[in-house]
């Protein structure tokens, strides 16, 4: 199933039934009085959080979605029918928006699990509802109040609690496909994640965790470049960033250039990202001539700690895994 994160959609409740003007006719009861039933309420537009659910696919061809309308009254005092509510089945992390006016209207996450997007429009009243001392044979219904009809942007971010940057070619394809069940396309060439994986992780001790592998960034993507700003908004909502980086490609003459290369892309694009809890990994510890490199690369940051795995081979990963796990308990102290 191809990833999809936005979409555009028009949603309308439904409308309300008109009420009923009827009198009483039956055989041997004469001047039979007012007995017009009133409409029923339309549906509503309910958007409903489905945990199940990963993408916005289904969605990118179903542009519009509506609630059933109200039946009319009847007589007798009959009441219409009320509509059945439209329920959009959305994943956690989606957030929608006023397509027309850019408002942001429901953030729908975890603790929020459904929201009424559009109410019903309510059923008309029946004549019987208009029956007074001085009236009594009112001849008037009320019409039935229309839906509402709205135009949303879907955007959906995810909610992981560890999220994996780094260039392209990092290894962050390997390592979560180590540490969780998600089995991304991996492949020997520089090339990129095309869509965000999300896996989740038992560690040996403390609650799994979600962790998101976000395709690679490159200079520029802040401004849309590569992959660009599609998938740095996936990153915001994490708990802690692991920031790999490809021990093999380290140049000692500038070892910090991948580091700093991503750091500037993630706080041009948010302040909240730069403040993130960061853990950087230097991966690839399989590979030839790398022992120098991860030298040059600690003496060059001396006041943050770096860790060294081998994703290929699992060297450090168990040992990432608990550190994890350990920051995240330590998080919610």
Known sequence: MKFVDEAIITVKSGDG????????????IEKGGPDGGDGGDGG???????????????????????????????????????????????PPGTIVTNADTS??????????????IAQGGMGGRGNKRFASATNRAPRHSQPGMPGTELKL??????????????????????????ISAARPKIADYPFTTLSPILGMVEPPFGEPFAVADIPGLIEGAHEGTGLGIGFLKHIE??????????AFLIDIEDP?????????????????????????????LDLPDTKEKVTAFKNALPAIEVFTISAATAKGVKALVKLLSFKLESQKK
Not at 103 to 116: A, F
Not at 156 to 170: E, M, Q, Y
């Open 17 to 28: 039934g008109r009420g009923c003007t009827s009198f009483r006719r039956e055989r041997y």
């Open 44 to 90: 509503h537009v309910i958007l409903k959080i489905e945990h199940s659910k990963r993408t916005l696919f289904d969605y990118r061809r179903q542009k519009l979605l509506k609630a059933k309308n109200g039946a009319p009254g009847q007589g007798r005092q009959k009441h219409g029918k009320n509509g059945s509510n439209c329920i959009i089945q959305l």
């Open 103 to 116: 408002e942001v209207i429901v953030d729908l996450t975890h603790t929020q699990d459904s929201y009424v």
């Open 153 to 178: 942007k879907l955007e959906l971010k995810l909610l992981a609690d560890v999220g994996l940057v780094g260039l392209p070619n990092a290894g962050k394809s390997t390592l979560i496909s180590r």
């Open 237 to 246: 909502r994490t708990g802690i960033l692991v920031h790999l980086i490809d």
């Open 256 to 284: 910090l250039a991948a580091f700093n290369l991503i750091n500037n892309e993630l706080g041009k694009h948010s302040k909240t990202l730069a403040t993130k809890t960061q853990i950087v990994v230097l991966n690839k």
